[in-house]
Nanobody, 116 residues
């Protein structure tokens, strides 16, 4: 069974940086796109970024363009999300996500808190 484990969340000051990781296990294929989502307190979960299986195609929400960078290392079965120039409104639990066939997989999330 595919499992996703996020890590790297922390408390940082506004303007700071973090690198989040999503470790993928239990999956023999590299042919999956993977996405990062976030959910702020009292708000709905929203898409942040996604990356294709090869890493050749990436997309970002307008709110994070130019500040966040998604990448993947298929040899390590890990996807990264580099967060820079963090703002208090980036505070949220960040989740990674894989959709494989009819099944959607989520990790348990990692908390990013940005203080002003």
């Amino acid at each position: 069974q595919l499992q996703l484990v996020e890590s790297g969340g922390a408390l940082v000051q506004s303007g700071g940086s973090l690198r989040l990781s999503c470790a993928v296990s239990g999956f023999t294929s590299d042919y999956y796109d993977i996405g990062w989502f976030r959910q702020a307190p009292g708000k709905e979960r929203e898409g942040v970024s996604c990356i294709s299986s090869s890493g050749g195609s990436t997309n970002y929400a307008d709110s994070v363009k130019g500040r966040f960078t998604i990448s993947r290392d298929n040899a390590k079965n890990t996807v990264y999300l580099q967060l820079k120039s963090l703002k208090p409104e980036d505070t949220a639990v960040y989740y990674c996500n894989v959709v494989w066939g009819a099944v959607t997989y989520w990790g348990k999330g990692t908390l990013v808190t940005v203080s002003s």
